[in-house]
């Protein structure tokens, strides 16, 4: 395997001064607009989907529909430990400049489409560039501001996940509504066009504004194991997607691909032990924090994944809100991890970086939303959901940045796009693991519960949720009120997986937050000398290269 010399940024020695420059502030505004387009494309096609379908191809449309939405998160979710070695091979700042080129000029792409076939695969494109906008930005951080900040610059990247998340559908129904923007009528084409302006910005400040100095280092990437892992998660999405909508559990073809899933993440954890630079190294997980967060991330993951959809679902379906109410009713959450994940970061700052009982808190706060969300009946008042879902927004805040920035000081420099990518990697699958068996609990209860009752007769034995609303009263609150007690039943599963997560908070080590050039300490602590100068035996000095080679002059 060709093991190329390139450029991979070297510590930087801004992040060695007490405070962030406004100059790095700036550009990781840039960093996060950015960013926030690629967390946005994932949600803001969901309510724009039919329409789109009907547009293009009114005849095959609405067949081909799902992969609009699935082809994306394939190409997001499959790319995203390959991003984290990328980065470290060739520096984090090119990385995030490319990844965001390919995602605008697919954006580019998908506006102009002429068939519902073109604009699946410009989505296949645009979500293989968006898969290194939110991982590669953490990145970034790590290695632009120093070890006290980077908790508050985190937690707004945080934020601005679920704000992306929430207004994502409200966002996508205004552009293909009836609606005027600049004097100029929207449609459903606005959904990538806007992208390209605001990209521009956010890519132009990156550009001009961040500077990483890089050293030359010889690496070789693993690209048997980038295909293994690409193959067996994209296998293991369409499992989770497909499985209990489009086919049954038990159909042959969700089976082969949970088959298939299996064997290829199992040969892939096998090429990992074989890799002379592995992209997932199993040696990182010999280190308490990393073994313990990344479970944690995928068990949060999974308990909050499908929890949003589902309060979403509950504001539409039972209680007949627009979209726009519904995301303005989810302000509570937001408000949470406004209030939390910038709170944290200054706490951290001013603690001497101590973040152990922010997961601990983050997991107990958490569970108690949705337990509070396990209250709700069809009739309940807007301040129950309201209560769990500012309880469920304060364990955010705690949680989900908290632990990978955890990750990060855990591991040196030279590992620290792919463990960063490892933590992210987790948390992804462990959001589609927890869609896919939280849908399957709703759908068995929905139907147990249907069956017992008198409404399923009006329809020969089964009703769809979305055509509860149709049906004719008393039957339509008596279907409802069988559907959100189902529905309940999800967030108090939710809410005992999240205490899972809180009794894995007890095993991460407690650590104050270093630089990400301490690589004697680290070294020593994971017990690989690889890490260390191979002449000296120590770690190489901050800002410096290797014996073999210079730095290199130019910023990457």
Not at 104 to 121: F, N, P, R
Not at 223 to 235: F, K, N, Q, V
Not at 244 to 249: E, L, S
Not at 331 to 342: L, N, Q, R
Request: aromatic share 8%.
């Amino acid at each position: 395997m060709a093991t190329p010399t390139v450029a991979a940024e070297a510590p930087n020695p801004m992040a060695d001064t007490a405070k962030t420059s406004p100059r790095v502030v700036w550009a990781l505004v840039g960093v996060l607009l950015t960013a926030f387009l690629g967390a946005l494309d994932q949600t803001v096609v969901s309510v724009a989907a039919y329409p789109v379908a009907q547009g293009l191809d009114p005849e095959n449309g609405i067949r081909l529909m799902p992969w609009l939405i699935t082809a994306y998160m394939l190409g997001s979710t499959a790319t995203q430990p390959l991003y984290g070695k990328i980065a470290d091979v060739w520096g984090a700042k090119r990385v995030f400049v490319t990844a965001t080129a390919v995602f605008l000029a697919a954006s580019a792409l998908c506006g102009a489409a002429a068939s519902m076939e073109q604009l699946i695969a410009f989505r296949a494109v645009q979500g293989i560039g968006a898969g290194g906008l939110y991982s590669v930005s953490l990145i970034l951080m790590a290695r632009a501001v120093p070890a006290r900040q980077r908790a508050k610059f985190q937690g707004v990247a945080g934020l601005i996940i679920a704000l992306a998340t929430v207004f994502g559908p409200l966002i996508g129904g205004f552009l293909t509504g009836d609606h005027s923007l600049f004097g100029v009528a929207t449609s459903w084409r606005w959904l990538f066009y806007v992208n390209l302006p605001i990209g521009l910005v956010g890519l132009a400040m990156v550009i001009t504004l961040l500077e990483l100095p890089v050293e030359r280092r010889k690496h070789s990437i693993d690209y048997p194991g980038a295909a293994l892992i690409a193959a067996g998660t994209s296998a293991f999405l369409l499992m989770t997607t497909w499985g209990g909508d489009r086919y049954a559990w038990s159909d042959p073809v969700v089976l082969a691909l949970g088959g298939a899933s299996a064997v290829l993440l199992a040969l892939f954890a096998w090429r990992q032990t074989r890799a002379s630079e592995p992209l997932m190294p199993l040696r990182l997980f010999r280190e308490r924090t990393v073994a313990v967060a990344t479970p944690m991330l995928f068990v949060v993951g999974f308990a909050l994944m499908g929890v949003i959809t589902y309060v979403a679902l509950y504001f539409q379906l039972v209680r007949g809100y627009s979209a726009t109410s519904t995301g303005l009713r989810m302000m509570p959450m937001i408000a949470g991890i406004v209030v939390t994940s910038i709170g944290s970061g200054i706490v951290i700052s001013a603690r001497n970086g101590r973040y152990k009982i922010f997961p601990m808190a983050g997991t107990l706060l958490a569970a108690a939303g949705l337990a509070v969300l396990g209250l709700l009946k069809a009739d309940s008042p807007y301040g129950l959901p309201a209560t769990g879902l500012f309880l469920l927004g304060l364990g955010l805040g705690l949680l989900m940045q908290v632990l990978v920035q955890a990750v990060q000081n855990s591991v040196p420099s030279p590992d620290l796009g792919t463990a960063t990518t490892t933590a992210t990697f987790f948390r992804t699958m462990g959001q589609s693991f927890g869609a896919a068996v939280f849908g399957a609990v709703l759908a068995g209860r929905f139907a147990a519960k249907l069956a017992a009752s008198s409404v399923a007769q009006l329809s020969g034995g089964g009703v769809e949720p979305e055509h509860l609303v149709t049906l004719p009263e008393p039957a339509r609150s008596t279907g409802l009120g069988l559907y959100v007690d189902s529905m309940d039943t999800v967030f108090l599963c939710a809410a005992v997986v999240m205490l899972i997560a809180f009794a894995l908070s007890f095993f991460l080590r407690e650590m104050e937050l270093r630089e990400i050039d301490d690589i004697e300490a680290i070294a020593s602590e994971l017990g690989d000398t690889r890490l260390l100068d191979t002449e000296t035996g120590s770690a190489p000095q901050a800002g410096s290269a290797p014996q073999a080679a210079r730095p290199a002059t130019t910023s990457g």
